[in-house]
């Protein structure tokens, strides 16, 4: 089947209401149009009788996701406005009317065309890759498991996407049988939670969570066919861990900080009110071409705790023998979620990020966000200012702090759209690159200034390549040669 177009709706930066309204229709697509498809395989399509669409609404996966709806939407109602409410609610309703009185087989309805987006891949405000487009993803590969599911690697349309579904063998599964329950009821469970991660992750648009791209969920119990495998499709992101993070150039660690402290200040106040990550691990992250974005939600809660008065709404954090209490206001602790979540984003990014090869003139700026993230000291809208500063200091090269004529002066000979590509690179600290020393610099007097201060390096090459804060990306070189010609390059060698 497909799945039923989206049109985007201009809606004056009003966060919650967009979010309210991709989370009916996502809630509609999920309930009405659901399929009998796979998505590892292709397999021959059954033919349903036009009886078979009241079985829909009876099936284990529309319950559920009526339930999970009812809940999200109760999380975000107190944020929005009810007349708002009820306009989606009554466009929901009729969605759901039309569907039933479909004339095509089943629940099937059919997208005229796939908009794309300008990364190849379809834009979620508008189109989302249904069942049938699934099964057009090429060169699937096993790349990894968790707790519950298990994600593959696959082409679509010449892009890279992650496919994901429940781990049969998982660890999930694997301990709920150990509790005297059947195979097919813990799948059922556990696809439960890839359900909900769809509905969650569609409901939080912003920069930093991951880009859910299509979904196929069948109406049946999963029978061991892949056609009734629930399967979720997404952007791919580069898995992170300590090494990788720690081995990383500053500006780089910058970004994620900067990244992981926006998605707070969103979450804090989210389409769906208050967000807790409650097992907050670098493992629920990913990189996609360098950003920081948030990929799984299994463990998210939402709102407030609830409270009697202040001494209900204290917050111990045993990591660090600390301990900070928030208001009760109108029966919610305020502020709770946020801090918790800010604790441990220090705990896990930004508190060792952060300080490691920083720029001398901003490592006082670094202290303090330090010290706002270990003592909560800062909310997330001050940290994210905060950061903002520290960011555009870096891109516009303040901490240079050049005040002399001379420190302007170039030194280096320049040799025009000249290059010397594969040769003489050498390793060395915080490269971009594992097999070059690959720097960005704010000039070509900055990459004089680092290359005089190594011995090793005899000039470097400058490209027209940038960095996330615009930044030249330049190539150390440790011997010279006759160059060669690149119109996209400048050699620049380094007087004897």
Known sequence: MAFRRRHKRTLDNVWYIAGSCTLFFLVGNL?????????????????????????????????????????????????SENSQYFVFEGRMRKLMGNTRDSTHP???????????GPDGLPSVADNLLDCDHIDNITDQKYIASGWTKAVFKGMYKGRPVAIKT??????DIKSCMEKMVSFEECYQRASHKIIKEILVLQALPHENVIKVIGFCVPKQRYN?????????????????????????????????????????????????????????????????????????????????????DDTNCIVHFSSANFTKRMACIEGKCMGYNEQRNLFNAGRHFTTFLLPHGAPVLLRPHIDQL?????????????????????VDMYTRGWYLNRSSPHEQKLEFTVHKESDLPGQFDYRCRFSMSGGGCTLSVFDS?????ICNLDPDCKGFVMTNQKTWTGRKIVHLKNGMAKPSRNKETDLFVKPP
């Open 31 to 79: 309930v009405m149009f659901q399929s009998y498809h796979g998505f590892v395989e292709n397999s021959d399509k059954r033919k349903q009788k036009p009886n078979d669409i009241e079985d829909t609404y009876n099936s284990d996966h529309s319950v559920f996701v009526r339930e999970l709806s009812n809940e999200l939407l109760g999380a975000s109602i107190g944020n």
């Open 370 to 390: 330090v010290e706002a993230y270990e003592q909560l000291t800062m909310d997330s809208v001050q940290l994210v200012s905060r950061l903002g500063k520290v």
């Open 224 to 308: 061991g066919d892949s056609n009734t495998a629930v399967v979720m499709v997404t952007e791919l992101g580069e898995t992170i861990d300590l090494i990788k993070l720690l081995q990383m150039s500053w500006e780089d660690r910058l970004r994620i900080s900067y990244d992981v402290t926006r998605l707070l200040r969103f979450l804090s106040s989210s389409p769906l009110g208050s967000i807790s990550m409650n097992d907050f691990r670098r493992q629920q992250f990913v990189l996609v071409s360098g950003q920081l974005k948030l990929s799984d939600v299994d463990d998210v809660g939402f709102g407030e705790p609830s409270c009697a």
């Open 445 to 449: 007097l900055e990459a004089e200034s």
């Open 106 to 116: 089943g629940i099937r309805l059919t997208v005229p065309h796939l908009a794309l």
């Open 166 to 171: 429940v781990d049969a063998g998982g660890q």
